[in-house]
């Protein structure tokens, strides 16, 4: 991850308030304008990419850095053996530029936004129709497009990209629905994985995710074509291409495909950074979003990282990995077994923005172990400045933080991002920070040094559920959500936005059946089952679901069992001799019945297959009842009733269709939760069809789930 920013190096102080952009030093062209040869028109055909077999490497041509008239600068370097290359722009426009979320909502515009008057579809379907992917990466102070597109479509690709930049929408409505959906995204990101999204509101410069989603709510988006046009401009920005061709031949093409971009007048001397505000401190401290009856809390510590520029970046990397390894060794897990918590484990991961990246741990644990936890973090970081690293210590660190580095920079484009600082920081006569080798380790002074610094930096730590501990003085409570956000998105009318209401809902329902871990796992269930329904006899059932269109039944009557088989090549049942095939419309109704078991339903949505959207909210003699509605085709009008209080999904209901292609109200009633197989499952159900006109009760002997690892 890039950690200084290129334009940083030419002079544009973009993250200070009132700094005006500055030219950017002149870098020699490796090949001379005269020796350039004429751009290949932009309807060439694709050329073949080279491959790692079979093909004798010729001698790669040197990395270009020229400096466009406009202020752009563009580097060039050869692409890798395979079928994509990348083209990547630096703009220096950050979250903390303008107002909170002004940056954020302008860099999806630039990539969602279209011009139906001029064909132009949006950057993000130019790009998928090409067969390649685009990234979007916001940082504090910039913001950074990536294409990787097929080796031969590169500047077709370019072309699409100038495009967006030069034209952004100024419709208003279209803005207003680019958000709108933005925001849904959001804030159901949010909701699915609210420790990392809440690092990563802090990387952004916001305090919590309440701040982070009212920023994003309280803008105008008349607001935005005005931002773009002071930021989003070819002064100061930075674009890298590692395509085929000559470096001189393929810097034409940008100066020929982006005139008109190019060609567009910088802003007033001073307006470009009007909005730019000092960077903000990192915020310290505990902050914790409660939830009443939670019986755990998820902790997220976050940790920022040193800057790649400077010469000790290497060593202070190697000091973060001196206090927590991969999240079970260093100091911190010292502490814990001494303070008697050794058996709660830290989950580790990397998290990086455009320009800021962080060490963020996660555990989970009741409320009261987790502010022992993160009393922990500070006991530790003290613990090296009491007693520094020994030079063992140090070594096994540099080598854990190696990887970790070696891992971040896989990423083809944080590895590009970094790439183009080098060699930008050596166009300018900057050296990049040095690294320290195993002949050159720090001396005990140096390492003391580092412990002091390590002991110095902020850490925030994020607690979501449960209740904190009263009288805490470290502890500051906030709102997941701004007030009304989840109603003002419903109000949208957009199924996004209503899927986002809904997974509060879901999440709760899911952890009190067991979690989401278990859930994606669960395929199929196997039971056995006494059926009961009026006027006819008793049926005992033996049914094994194996997952979508796999199941065998045995329902035995009277001394009869009659065997019903659904795969991939049959639907077929059997009664002693006798087989008969299912038609169609019998085999799906089989399939939907299983899929419509409540913890089917909810392993759907844990692995993302299943949307929902809220209906109501009842009161039904003592008990609340929150209305779902599944969106997609999958089922006709399926609803689920979810029990406010126990969370627990008590009555499923839909409509069935007939052979005959009537229509048929099926309402299921599920009680008598017990724990199998490590979830909770519901042992009766109740089926009544037409309005109670029919109805078949099942009582569970057994249920066990099925997962797709085995567990």
């Given at each position: 991850m890039i950690r200084s920013l290129p334009w940083l190096l030419l002079g544009a102080a973009v993250a200070c308030k009132g700094a005006g952009p500055q030219p950017p030093p002149k870098v020699a062209n490796p090949e001379p304008p005269a020796t350039v040869p004429n751009p290949a028109p932009a309807t060439a055909p694709p050329t073949k990419p080279?491959?790692?077999?079979?093909?004798?490497?010729?001698?790669?041509?040197?990395?270009?850095?020229e400096s466009l008239p406009s202020g752009l600068t563009v580097t060039w370097s050869q692409p890798p053996l395979g079928n994509l290359v990348l083209l990547q722009l630096g703009l220096p426009a950050g979250s903390l530029h303008g107002a909170p979320g002004l940056a954020e909502l302008a860099l999806e515009v630039l990539v969602a936004s279209s011009d139906a008057t001029a064909a132009r579809p949006s950057l993000r379907q130019a790009i998928a129709e090409l067969g390649g992917n685009l990234f979007a990466d916001l940082g504090p102070t910039s913001s950074w497009l990536t294409l990787e597109v097929p080796y031969g479509r590169w500047r077709v690709a370019l072309e699409a990209l100038g495009r967006a930049l030069a034209a952004p929408t100024l419709s208003r409505h279209q803005l207003e629905r680019l958000r709108e959906a933005y925001l849904a995204q959001r804030t159901g990101a949010i909701w699915r994985d609210r420790s990392q999204e809440a690092a990563r509101t802090l990387l952004l410069g916001a305090t919590d995710t309440h701040d982070y989603l009212a920023g994003l709510l309280d803008r105008d988006v008349g607001e935005l074509p005005l931002f773009a046009a002071r930021h989003h401009r070819p002064r100061g920005a930075v674009?890298?291409?590692?395509?085929?061709?000559?470096?001189?031949?393929a810097i034409a093409e940008v100066a020929r495909t982006w005139?008109?971009?190019?060609?567009t007048p910088p802003p007033a001397a001073g307006a470009a950074n009007a909005g730019a505000l000092p960077l903000r401190p990192f915020p310290s401290g505990l902050a914790w979003s409660p939830a009443a009856g939670s019986l755990t809390t998820e902790l997220t510590v976050v940790l920022p990282l040193p800057e790649g520029d400077r010469d000790d970046a290497a060593w202070r990397r190697t000091m973060v990995a001196c206090l927590v390894r991969d999240g079970h060794a260093g100091r911190l897990i010292t502490v814990q077994q001494e303070q008697g918590l050794g058996t709660v484990a830290w989950r580790s991961q990397v998290l990086g923005t455009g320009d800021r990246t962080a060490l963020v741990l996660t555990a989970t644990a009741p409320p009261a172990v987790v502010h022992r936890l993160w009393q922990c973090v500070a006991t530790a970081r003290?613990?090296?400045?009491?007693?520094?690293?020994?030079?063992?210590?140090?070594?096994?660190?540099?080598?854990?933080?190696?990887?970790?580095?070696?891992?971040?920079?896989?990423?083809?484009?944080?590895?590009?991002?970094?790439?183009?600082?080098?060699?930008?920081?050596?166009?300018?006569?900057?050296?990049?920070g040095t690294q320290p080798t195993p002949e050159s380790p720090p001396t005990a002074a140096e390492r003391l040094q580092l412990a002091q610094w390590l002991a110095a930096q902020p850490v925030a730590g994020i607690a979501i559920g449960g209740t904190p501990p009263t009288?805490?003085?470290?502890?500051?409570?906030?709102?997941l959500l701004p007030p009304g956000a989840l109603a003002r998105m419903v109000g949208g009318g957009t199924e996004p936005a209503q899927a986002a209401a809904a997974v509060p809902w879901l999440d709760d329902a899911i952890a009190a059946v067991g979690g989401r871990a278990l859930l994606r796992e669960l395929r199929g269930h196997r039971s056995t089952a006494t059926r009961r329904a009026a006027r006819a006899p008793e049926a005992q059932e033996v049914v094994d679901w194996l997952g979508p269109g796999k199941l065998r039944r045995e329902r035995t009557v009277l001394g009869k069992t009659v065997i019903t088989v659904l795969d991939d090549k049959v639907a077929i049942e059997s009664l002693d001799q006798q087989v008969a095939s299912l038609t169609a419309a019998n085999a799906a109704s089989l399939q939907r019945e299983q899929d419509r078991h409540p913890l089917q339903l909810l392993a759907a949505h844990a692995r993302g297959e299943l949307q929902f959207r809220?209906?109501?909210?009842?009161?039904?003699?003592?008990?609340?009842?929150?209305?779902?509605?599944?969106?997609?085709?999958?089922?006709?009008?399926?609803?689920?009733?979810?029990?406010?209080?126990?969370?627990?999904?008590?009555?499923?209901?839909?409509?069935?269709?007939?052979?005959?292609?009537l229509a048929t109200h099926v309402q299921e009633i599920w009680t008598d939760y017990r724990t199998s197989g490590g979830l909770r499952a519901p042992h009766h159900c109740t089926a009544e069809l037409d309005d109670g006109a029919h109805r078949v009760e099942l009582i569970f002997r057994e249920w066990l789930p099925q997962f797709a690892r085995g567990q």
């Open positions: 080279p491959t790692a077999a079979g093909v004798a490497k010729p001698t790669p041509a040197p990395a270009a850095v674009l890298s291409l590692r395509v085929p061709g000559p470096p001189g031949e005139a008109e971009w190019l060609a003290q613990a090296l400045v009491t007693n520094p690293p020994s030079p063992e210590e140090f070594a096994t660190a540099a080598r854990s933080a190696a990887l970790v580095q070696r891992l971040a920079a896989a990423d083809r484009r944080t590895a590009l991002r970094a790439e183009t600082w080098q060699r930008m920081a050596a166009g300018s006569g900057t050296q990049p009288g805490a003085p470290d502890v500051r409570t906030f709102e809220p209906v109501a909210q009842r009161r039904s003699g003592d008990r609340e009842w929150m209305v779902l509605e599944a969106l997609g085709s999958r089922f006709d009008r399926l609803r689920i009733h979810l029990d406010v209080a126990s969370h627990l999904i008590r009555l499923v209901e839909v409509w069935e269709a007939r052979d005959a292609g």
